[in-house]
Structure formats: C-alpha cells, structure tokens
C-alpha cells in the first residue's frame, strides 16, 4: 500500500511537493484561476455551483470553464486526455440529491476533470454523499477521477471516508468562506483526524489535506507537522493576479492585518447579500466591512440589506462581503499563482530543512554524573511537592507557563 503523499503522487503525477491546492471558491475559482494553479505544479479547482437542476445556469457555466480550462492547458485537441484539475460542488441544495448525477454526468465525462470536490450536505439529507460518491466512481473509472470531501469536524471525517472519499480536507474554523459553525483550527483538527484514518481505517488509501488560514510556506510547514499530506489555500489565491476578483476586493484584502481581529464568522455575511440559504451547520467568515460593523452598532437586517441594495446600485463596493480568513494579515501584495506556490513550497522546504538542522532539534548530550549539593539533599522531600517548574534547579527545554490560572484550566475560550 502506497502512503498517501505518494498515492497524490500517483494520482497527479503533474503536482509537485508539498501538495498544495486552491480551494474551489465559486465566483473566483474559475478557469483561469485553476489553470494557472496547475499550469504551477499545484492542482487547480473551478467552482462549479449548487445548483442541479436541469435547467441550471451554473452547470451550463460550468461547462463552459471546464473547456476553456483544457484549452489554457493545452489539452483543446485531447479530448479523451484527463485535464488536470477538479470541480467543487455544494450540496445541500435540493436539488442535488434527485439530480446530481443524471445532471453532472455527462458534462465529467465530457470533459475528464482529475478530481470531484464535495461540501455542505444538508442535515436533513445526510446520505446525500454516501449516494453521489459510489455513482461519481462508477461512472468515471475510465479517467480514474478522485472525490474530495471537505469537512471541519472528526466525526464528519469518520463518515466521509465510511462513504468513500479519497481525499479529505480538515478545514479549520480559521478558514475564509463557508465552514462548519462549530468547529476548531487544525492544530488539533488536522492530528485528530490523521489518528481517525489511522486507528480505524488502517490499510485504506485515504489522503488528508488541511486548510484554513494557510497563507505561506510557513503553514504549509506546519500543516505537514501537523500529519497532513498536502495543503489547501484560498483566501491567498483570492488575491493572486489570475484570479477574477474585483480590484476593490483585493485591495481589501491586501490592506487587511490582524485577521483573528479584523475577520468574523457569522451568518450576518449571508443574510445581507441575500445567500441566507445555508443550513444551520454552517457560518462563513468574512472581513468585518460597512454592513457588519452596522449590525453591531443594531441596524435591523432589514435596514442593512436596503443599504447593501443602495449600495450595489450606485457601483459603490464598501458593502460588499468580502470572504477571508485570519492569515488575511499574511497576503501583503499581488502575486501570480506560480510565485505564490512556488515561494509556499521553497519556504515550507527551508522551514523543515531548517528546523532538523538546528542544534536544538539535536538530541542534549547526556547529563554528567555528579554528586548533588548539600542543599539539594535536604530539600528532597520537599521537592516532590513542588510543581517542577517552580524548583530553583528545573531547566526546562522549552519556555514553560507559570500562569497558573492557565493551568488549571481557566482562562477564556
């Protein structure tokens, strides 16, 4: 059994390492986005849409993106060639379950994309996926096409690799966009979920891809220590130079610092743009503009969305909801897509490189035998009371905390 940073070897022979993907944000992620992520060694993702009715404009665009991306990739005259990107799908809609397939399936075979991303069952339809994912297989096993299941919970996890997902995306609660309401960053995300793939499902070809404020090499760094296999990015491609972002909103997102300060998670984004739609499971975060900062100060929603309306009316932006997540501080300036992938994975290599060479990350010499000091002695008993950190002979490897509030467990959330 391959491990899986070789099984997305295997799988997109065209991705260099560290792994590192955009993520499928519908409205940015289009085709000249992905192409260029995967024209850069990394692997694009188009955002196809929500909506599977058979009169949908949003498969008909997709289409559409679908072949210009092959033809950006050089792949116009390769019809039966896969084209090295994938698609992402929201699918608490109603219409996915009746229509996913019979909708879907003849444009994924029209044009052969590497990969399927899912997100967002309804919780009133909770075996949506465990329904799409078998038909997805079966229907593509001719181009090998692989299922992306983004999650933002263990147990969600647990039931996306149950229904067949080969890649899993843990996407932490710092994350830009839609995610679960509730949820936590992937410092503890990422490890749990890599202990769930490998404590219960041992011997399954599962992949684990974080996402949620990686913005640089540095996450990505971390994001490997953490288990993942691989990374996902989003609100760091919202401002690279191939991506259909208005100007206003990157120039938003360029000036933006402070992240965890200047983005907020809410359902208030939604309900003044009019995409309230969303299930109750999930939020989105976004940065903290004109609309929100008036919902604080107690303008009815009513009001707000009147004020949005006005606002969009008049060409005027300063409404607009602007999805980012708390790295937002780290995207200083414009940069294309190659250089964005290309300096994560240079950095992320000299961050790792780095750390091992270290002298600190070498094992301490070993601790001369020596007979102890008087004092030390007769306060040996004593000593088996005290906390170590509190003994005047502790010599810690690393800074310790002495707020003790802190370890009894106090402190806020």
């Given at each position: 059994?391959?491990?899986?940073?070789?099984?997305?070897?295997?799988?997109?022979?065209?991705?260099?390492?560290?792994?590192?993907?955009?993520?499928?944000?519908?409205?940015?992620?289009?085709?000249?986005?992905?192409?260029?992520?995967?024209?850069?060694?990394?692997?694009?993702?188009?955002?196809?849409?929500?909506?599977?009715?058979?009169?949908?404009?949003?498969?008909?665009?997709?289409?559409?993106?679908?072949?210009?991306?092959?033809k950006l990739l050089g792949l116009a005259d390769k019809p039966n060639e896969p084209v090295p990107i994938g698609v992402g799908f929201i699918t608490f809609h109603p219409s996915a379950l009746p229509h996913f397939i019979n909708v879907l399936k003849p444009i994924l075979q029209q044009h052969k994309p590497a990969a399927v991303w899912l997100?967002?069952?309804?919780?009133?339809?909770?075996?949506?996926?465990?329904?799409?994912?078998?038909?997805?297989?079966?229907?593509?096993?001719?181009?090998?096409?692989?299922?992306?299941?983004?999650?933002?919970?263990?147990?969600?996890?647990?039931?996306?690799?149950?229904?067949?997902?080969?890649?899993?995306?843990?996407?932490?609660?710092?994350?830009?966009?839609?995610?679960?309401?509730?949820?936590?960053?992937?410092?503890?995300?990422?490890?749990?979920?890599?202990?769930?793939?490998?404590?219960?499902?041992?011997?399954?070809?599962?992949?684990?891809?974080?996402?949620?404020?990686?913005?640089?090499?540095?996450?990505?760094?971390?994001?490997?220590?953490?288990?993942?296999?691989?990374?996902?990015?989003?609100?760091?491609?919202?401002?690279?130079?191939?991506?259909?972002?208005?100007?206003?909103?990157?120039?938003?997102?360029?000036?933006?610092?402070?992240?965890?300060?200047?983005?907020?998670?809410?359902?208030?984004?939604?309900?003044?743009?009019?995409?309230?739609?969303?299930?109750?499971?999930?939020?989105?975060?976004?940065?903290?503009?004109?609309?929100?900062?008036?919902?604080l100060e107690g303008v009815s929603l009513e009001d707000n969305v009147g004020k949005f309306k006005a606002a969009a009316k008049l060409g005027d932006a300063s409404r607009r909801t602007v999805w980012a997540g708390t790295g937002v501080g780290l995207a200083r300036?414009?940069?294309?897509?190659?250089?964005?992938?290309?300096?994560?994975?240079?950095?992320?290599?000299?961050?790792?490189?780095?750390?091992?060479?270290?002298?600190?990350?070498?094992?301490?010499?070993?601790?001369?035998?020596?007979?102890?000091?008087?004092?030390?002695?007769?306060?040996?008993?004593?000593?088996?009371?005290?906390?170590?950190?509190?003994?005047?002979?502790?010599?810690?490897?690393?800074?310790?905390?002495?707020?003790?509030?802190?370890?009894?467990?106090?402190?806020?959330?």
């Open positions: 059994m391959s491990s899986p940073r070789n099984l997305l070897e295997q799988w997109f022979p065209h991705a260099s390492k560290p792994f590192i993907a955009n993520a499928p944000m519908l409205g940015t992620a289009n085709s000249t986005l992905s192409a260029a992520v995967t024209a850069a060694s990394g692997f694009g993702f188009i955002g196809g849409g929500y909506d599977f009715s058979p009169e949908s404009k949003q498969m008909s665009a997709l289409s559409n993106e679908l072949a210009a991306t092959r997100f967002a069952p309804a919780e009133t339809n909770p075996g949506t996926h465990a329904s799409i994912i078998p038909a997805l297989k079966d229907f593509s096993q001719q181009w090998n096409m692989k299922v992306f299941v983004q999650v933002g919970t263990v147990s969600a996890a647990r039931s996306a690799v149950l229904e067949g997902a080969d890649v899993i995306i843990a996407q932490g609660v710092d994350a830009g966009g839609h995610q679960w309401t509730q949820g936590c960053g992937i410092v503890s995300l990422v490890p749990e979920i890599r202990d769930l793939l490998t404590s219960e499902f041992e011997g399954k070809e599962v992949v684990l891809l974080a996402a949620g404020g990686i913005m640089d090499g540095r996450g990505v760094a971390a994001a490997l220590a953490l288990g993942a296999d691989g990374v996902v990015m989003g609100t760091r491609f919202i401002t690279a130079r191939e991506s259909p972002a208005p100007e206003t909103t990157k120039k938003v997102l360029l000036e933006a610092r402070d992240g965890g300060a200047t983005t907020i998670k809410s359902t208030v984004h939604d309900d003044v743009q009019g995409t309230g739609f969303w299930p109750v499971l999930y939020d989105g975060r976004a940065v903290m503009g004109e609309s929100y900062r008036d919902h300036e414009e940069l294309s897509a190659r250089d964005i992938i290309e300096g994560a994975q240079k950095l992320a290599r000299k961050r790792i490189k780095d750390h091992f060479n270290h002298p600190s990350a070498a094992s301490p010499p070993p601790v001369p035998t020596q007979s102890k000091p008087q004092h030390y002695q007769r306060r040996a008993v004593a000593h088996r009371l005290i906390p170590p950190y509190w003994r005047p002979d502790f010599a810690p490897s690393q800074p310790v905390s002495t707020n003790f509030k802190h370890e009894v467990g106090g402190g806020g959330w």
